[in-house]
């Protein structure tokens, strides 16, 4: 059985976080009732026209420069011919020979070699705006067309990465770690769910056939609505790649590439019918838009926008709060919001350690149970940074500390009135003195065993000093029974 | 005499007449003169009636009124307005009713003027004789037996028939000279992107221009002046100060102005000899007005209308993409085509029933000259064409203030005369294309009649945003010559 490689390349769309849409002032919020966010420029009514949407530009840009990529000092708006339903003017404005940014790439983990990195190629990253959603059921007749508009017009910004992917482990790295820098930078939301990230993978098997590099035909497999979904198609995929060559000994030379979607319930892809069969989309430049100027001065501008990107941040974690490569892995990849949390929080306590594993432990676990997001979580970051410092400090215990954190789930108060809520008082070290001594009086077995080398024979009078205590801090009275017997 | 803007405004003014009495003048005109010459293809009486009263009813109570307050001005049926159809003269936008006002429109209902109504045209603005409307052609005020001129023909009829004193056209490749040139009018073709193109009706893009008609260079100053500007709905729109155009005409002395006249123009194959005369005598009235004549040359100007036939078909091509049956105009009800199933059998159907014929050929040549394998031997050279013609214009303009030539090759001709021969067609658009590719102003001035008693044009083209020196000199013609006092039917 010879040996083969899986080639994958990636077109990434991703919906920029404007304000508005790509040529018009319509709004894309998702979930708006169908066609009540149009005007006739996004529904492309005679007479109407576009006007290019500067937010958008700036955010391609952002994203352009955090994947290291160029920004040519002119881009310009070409015109991509077909006829659908949902695209109003019977051609989409994207851009076809000057992108916006050319020539990126993107470092993302080596599935296969911990530690290791991959440095993936980026094509191009070009600006376009979406088209609408039709619904219709071709077979039952022609009424049965529904067509919604709102989505016309939205600004998509394509990313298109080398075919340097070689598994769908990495092809799942290097989605995980785009859809990361993207929201960081907050050029957009990558919600998968509501169309804001959309995949298309290009797909083919580099066969070693006695010696023989051969290539299967190239697949470009379509409707995969979750990071799990593209690679689970991708490895449907190479297996039904292998085994087609097997049965046909088709090759890339014999079949031009094709098209096939993902059936997520079934896990199989399955042959797609082309919107138009060997497309000729008729690109021109858009004579309604001018050709865009970007002044260094400009891009120098929106570089100096760029907030840190996700590696820069798993760099910093290690070197400026100590944290291990995997705590600060686990930290910025939750996001930009979970990150800033964690900033805050460790920046309060003073105990950054503390604060990642607070964090990766009570607050996760929390914000999962709750179905919620940090933005909601009630215990803000200052709060919660407070509690950590008592703890720090010895003021608290651990397990008191819980019952605080508990407590300020439900409770939207600060640390002290949680304390007093729950009858946890600062104890001051005289009044523990007091109590270890008279426990130390009580029980001479137990500084026998201590000065006979058993130290742990203290832990029972923890214990014990709890009852009568509540508030006693047991690292404390350790210590003290300790510093008590040993003079 | 209440033909002119200008006659209107100062009778307004004065009290001698109404914005009632004059908006029923014309409504009446039309009532008389359109069944005969066909140039108005809706008629908004009620609206245009009650814009009146309500001018008369704001002069009385002395209250600020706008500069075309109860002028009368007739639209070309493809700028958007929301009270009347926009159709195009097409099947495909028949029953059409924007949702909004093209911004020409707006300027003109905030400057007070009675939209009277829309008028014909070309198909989508594609022709040179005004006869491929769907509502049929337009016929010449001068000679019924004749085209008006296309394809804002409407436009300039309407004005020639006396229904209105000024109207709005546009123009693509001489849509607004020829016309002019043919019903003895004056008509400006602005620089592109001097007047708004939100709401015209897109044929294509890079080439249209809105602009003005009326009877003498100061009436379509008046006009400019109210529908020029920057509008940011636009992006080829000129971010530039409107000039007073109407003060900047009111010197008739041209000493110092060099004129530069095409001389192989004048030579060309197809040139009628009344409308060389008519040339030669114009530089013989600039002359006497104190211009100087200077010989220029515009080396690619055989490459015009080619270079022309191909960017404006290709652009139309996708223009005309939207008008699929899907969501507005035209759809077919035939029957399903099997082969095609029910989506393509929609387009296909919509699209066959709802365009006329030269307006699929122009389709047809633009999909094809922007095919894959072809779109370098033709789009991209008509692209690198279109430099040189602006690089000659730049040269010719380093020589000459203005340039004067013919508006078209000849007096109008007879209805269906061409209409079976495209390429003749096309050659109607000879001396006015080359404005269009370069994006120049350009304006037709009314300059002689030939033996037949029809009217003939000469064309004064300026580099861009210079349409102060077009009207002036314009005015200046007018001054000292009668062409454009000539009215049809009167001796
Ligand atoms: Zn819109």
């Known amino acids: 059985m010879p040996q083969y490689e899986t080639i994958i390349g990636l077109e990434v769309h991703v919906q920029l976080k404007t304000d508005s849409k790509l040529f018009c002032g319509c709004s894309t919020r998702f979930g708006a009732p169908p066609n009540s966010q149009v005007c006739p420029v996004c529904l492309g009514m005679p007479g109407a026209l576009p006007v290019m949407n500067r937010q958008a530009i700036t955010l391609a840009v952002k994203a352009g420069l955090a994947l290291n990529c160029n920004i040519p000092p002119m881009t310009k708006w070409d015109r991509k011919q077909y006829f659908y339903p949902d695209l109003p003017k019977g051609y989409q404005i994207s851009q076809y020979d000057l992108p916006i940014c050319a020539d990126g790439f993107l470092d993302i983990d080596d599935p296969a070699s911990e530690g290791d990195t991959r440095r993936i190629g980026l094509i191009r990253a070009h600006l376009e705006e979406d088209a609408g959603k039709s619904q ?85 497999v379509k409707n995969m609505n979750s990071f799990r979904a593209v690679e689970r198609a991708l490895d449907y995929e190479a297996e039904r790649q292998y085994a087609h060559w097997e049965e046909t000994g088709q090759t890339i030379k014999d079949a031009p590439k094709t098209t096939r979607g993902w059936d997520d319930s079934r896990e199989q892809t399955f042959a797609q019918r082309e919107k138009e ?75 950054p350690k503390r604060a990642s594993s607070w964090i990766q432990q009570d607050v996760l676990r929390t914000l999962k149970e709750q179905e919620t997001s940090i933005e909601q979580f009630p215990i803000p970051a200052k709060r919660l940074g407070d509690l950590l410092g008592r703890v720090r400090s010895g003021d608290l215990d651990n397990n008191r500390a819980r019952d605080v954190f508990a407590y300020l789930i439900e409770n939207d108060t600060d640390v002290d009135s949680a304390c007093t809520a729950l009858g946890i008082e600062a104890v001051d070290s005289g009044e523990i003195e007091s109590l270890c001594q008279k426990l130390l009086d009580d029980n001479p077995q137990v500084v ?13 009078l923890i214990g014990q000093a709890k009852k009568v205590n509540p508030n006693a801090n047991p690292q404390q009275v350790r210590e003290t029974l300790l510093k008590l017997i040993n003079g | 005499m209440l033909d002119s803007v200008s006659a209107i405004l100062n009778a307004l003014a004065s009290g001698d007449a109404s914005a009632r009495q004059i908006t029923e003048q014309s409504l009446e005109a039309i009532a008389q003169t359109d069944p005969k010459i066909n ?45 009347m159809p926009t159709t195009c003269a097409s099947r495909m936008l028949r029953d059409f009713v924007p949702p909004y006002d093209a911004t020409v429109i707006r300027k003109l209902r905030d400057a007070d003027a009675v939209l009277i109504g829309k008028t014909n045209m070309d198909e989508f603005a594609m022709g040179a004789s005004n006869e491929t409307s769907v509502y049929g052609p337009t016929r010449n005020p001068w000679n019924h037996d004749r085209i008006p001129g296309g394809s804002s023909g409407g436009s300039a009829a309407t004005i020639a028939a006396g229904q209105v004193p000024a109207s709005l056209g546009s123009d693509t490749g001489g849509s607004i000279r020829q016309p002019a040139s043919h019903c003895g009018i004056t008509g400006l073709k602005p620089t592109y992107g001097r ?45 530039t100060p409107v000039p007073e155009y109407s003060k900047a005409i009111q010197s008739s ?116 000259a922007l095919s894959t394998g072809y779109y370098d031997a033709y789009y991209n050279k008509a692209l690198k064409v279109r430099r040189l013609i602006r690089g000659d214009y730049d040269a010719a303009f380093q ?13 109008a001709f007879a209805l269906g005369d061409k209409l079976d021969d495209p390429i003749q067609m096309y050659l109607c658009d000879l001396y006015t294309v080359g404005a269009n590719l370069a994006g120049i102003p350009a304006i037709s001035i009314p300059a002689g009649l030939d033996d037949s008693g029809l009217p003939i044009g000469v064309q004064l083209q300026a580099p861009a945003l210079e349409e102060s020196r077009l009207l002036f000199a314009a005015a200046a013609f007018q001054s000292q010559t009668q062409f454009h006092q000539l009215r049809p039917g009167k001796p």
């Open chain 2, 39 to 83: 140039a108005v293809t809706h008629v908004a009486a009620e609206t245009a009636l009650a814009t009146a009263d309500d001018v008369d009813r704001r002069r009385a109570a002395g209250q600020s009124l706008g500069a075309l307050a109860g002028v009368p001005i007739a639209i070309k049926d493809l700028i958007c307005t929301t009270d």
């Open chain 2, 399 to 411: 020589q000459a203030d203005l340039l004067l030539g013919p508006t078209a090759p000849t007096s």
């Open chain 1, 277 to 351: 069969e060997s497309a000729d989309y008729r690109y021109f430049p858009d004579p309604d838009l001018l050709p865009v100027r970007l002044p260094q001065s400009f891009i120098d501008q929106v570089r100096d926008t760029i907030q840190e990107t996700p590696a820069q941040a798993r760099d910093r974690l290690q070197t400026q709060h100590g944290l291990s490569a995997y705590d600060a892995d686990v930290i910025v990849n939750q996001g930009a919001a979970i990150l800033g949390y964690f900033e805050s929080v460790a920046d309060v306590s003073g105990d």
């Open chain 1, 136 to 220: 219709h059921d071709e077979t039952s007749g022609r009424n049965d067309s529904r067509i919604d508009l709102n989505r016309c017009g939205t600004p998509l910004l394509e990313i298109v990465s080398q075919p340097d992917l070689r598994s769908s482990a990495e092809a799942k790295n290097y989605l995980t770690e785009l859809k990361l820098l993207l929201t960081h930078l907050e050029v957009s939301d990558c919600e998968m769910q509501e169309g804001s990230l959309r995949v298309d993978a290009n797909i083919n098997l580099h066969l070693d056939v006695d010696g023989k590099k051969i290539a299967t035909p190239i697949v470009e």
């Open chain 2, 195 to 239: 007047v708004s193109r939100y709401g015209l009706v897109a044929f294509a893009s890079s080439l249209d221009q809105i602009g003005p008609m009326a009877w003498s260079a100061e009436d379509v100053a008046l006009l400019l002046e109210t529908i020029a500007g920057y509008e940011p709905r636009d992006s080829t729109s000129l971010d």
């Open chain 1, 448 to 460: 026998q065993d201590v000065r006979g080398g058993k130290q742990q024979a203290v832990g029972r």
């Open chain 2, 253 to 368: 002395d041209l000493r110092g102005i060099k004129i530069g006249v095409l001389r192989d123009g004048l030579e060309q194959d197809g040139l009628d000899e009344s409308v060389q005369k008519s040339v030669t005598e114009a530089m013989q009235v600039f002359t006497d007005l104190g211009a100087e004549i200077v010989d220029v040359q515009l080396p690619h100007s055989q490459y015009w209308v080619p270079t022309y036939y191909v960017i404006a078909p290709c652009e139309a091509s996708s223009n005309l993409s939207r008008y699929d049956g899907a969501h507005y105009g035209h759809r077919s009800d035939a029957d399903i085509d099997p082969a095609d199933g029910p989506l393509l059998s929609m387009y296909r159907h919509s699209r066959q029933e709802g365009f006329g014929s030269e307006v699929k050929r122009r389709i047809m040549i633009g999909t094809y």
